[in-house]
């Protein structure tokens, strides 16, 4: 696999002013990170902060800030509770984080950085481990290119903040849920073979809600830079003989009732994905 500097427009990441981070408390801090993958990524140390001393809540408020305005438009901010409760005592929350003395003033900002802050989150993921074996469950994603002005930001931040969580927890299987037309969509589509679990989901807050599986291959996590299909795919996968519309709540439970009836599993293209709209109609796949 490539370099990260050999992808266009990756330069920003230098290992140095720019580190990632993992907010962890000690107990579930993972022993051998990175062993799974064979991605030349992320050699660069962690910059690790423990979550449980008062002494890091500064940084749990900054990456907070940074959430709450992310997350504003949707109205999805993350409640400071779930934050403790359901991210930081059971898994982990990890990201990429500038220097401070390197940061802009807006991205401090951003993050409402106290004058003493050592680090600025650019970045967050939160993934929790579940009952499933191997599985963990991707909780949350943003990244500070969603609210720096156009031109700006840090190409593939979100993308790389996703793969660096996978990568530091050895992930297999990740299953996580997204709203069908968000730009999301198009990053959590390409870390493996992406299998759809819930089309239309009335139990979530977001009826239009996709809860999806993945089964991570890092071997394909390159394409989401240079945007080629990916044979293996066209190798496993055949049309499920009908597409899903990401606009029409009708085509979304029709896809759900396919999943009820068990007519599955059902795969989307990530290079289809990457391609094309995000309100276009997308084609269902199976395996062959
Ligand atoms: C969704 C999100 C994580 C993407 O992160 P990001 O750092 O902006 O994206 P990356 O730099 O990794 O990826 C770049 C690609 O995504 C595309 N992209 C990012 N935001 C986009 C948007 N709002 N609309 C369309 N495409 C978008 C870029 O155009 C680029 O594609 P290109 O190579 O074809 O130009 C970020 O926009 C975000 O934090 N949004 C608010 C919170 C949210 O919705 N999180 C997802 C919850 S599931």
């Known amino acids: 696999m490539k370099a990260l500097t ?3 427009k990756l330069s920003w990441f230098d290992g140095e002013t720019i580190k990632p981070y ?3 408390r000690e107990e579930n801090r993972i022993k051998g990170p990175g062993t799974s993958f064979d991605v ?3 050699e660069a140390n962690p910059v690790y902060k423990n979550p449980l001393l008062t002494s890091n809540v500064d940084f749990a408020n900054q990456i907070l800030n940074m959430e709450a305005k992310a997350f504003s438009a949707s109205q999805m901010e993350m ?3 779930v934050f403790y409760d359901c991210a930081i005592m059971p898994g982990f929350v990890a990201g990429f984080a500038i220097k401070a003395d390197k940061a802009s003033p807006e991205l401090r900002a951003m993050t ?3 004058t003493e802050a050592e680090w600025i989150p650019l970045s967050l993921f939160i993934i929790i ?3 499933g074996e ?3 469950v991707a909780h949350n994603l943003c990244s500070s290119n969603s609210l720096v002005p156009k031109g700006q930001g840090l190409y593939g931040l979100g993308f790389l903040t996703k793969a660096f969580g996978l990568w530091y927890a050895n992930i297999e299987t990740c299953c996580g849920m997204t709203q069908w037309k968000s730009p999301a969509v198009k990053l959590h589509t390409h870390y493996g073979d992406f299998e759809v679990l819930t089309a239309y989901t009335p139990v979530h807050s977001y009826a239009k809600t996709l809860t999806y599986r993945v089964r991570t291959n890092s071997a394909e996590w390159g394409r989401f830079f240079t945007k080629e299909p990916s044979p293996a795919f ?3 996968y055949q049309l499920a003989g009908f597409q899903v519309d990401p606009t029409d709540e009708s085509s979304l439970k029709a896809f759900q009732a396919k999943i009820e009836q068990k007519q599955g599993p059902f795969y989307l293209d990530s290079n289809q994905i990457r391609n094309q709209d995000l309100d276009a109609p997308l084609d269902v796949f199976i395996p062959k």
């Open 40 to 42: 030349p990524w992320f």
């Open 79 to 81: 409640p400071r509770w």
């Open 129 to 131: 481990p579940t009952m």
């Open 22 to 24: 993992v907010f962890v």
């Open 134 to 136: 191997g599985e963990w």
């Open 112 to 114: 409402q950085a106290k």
């Open 6 to 8: 050999e992808f266009e």
């Open 234 to 236: 066209s190798e496993r």
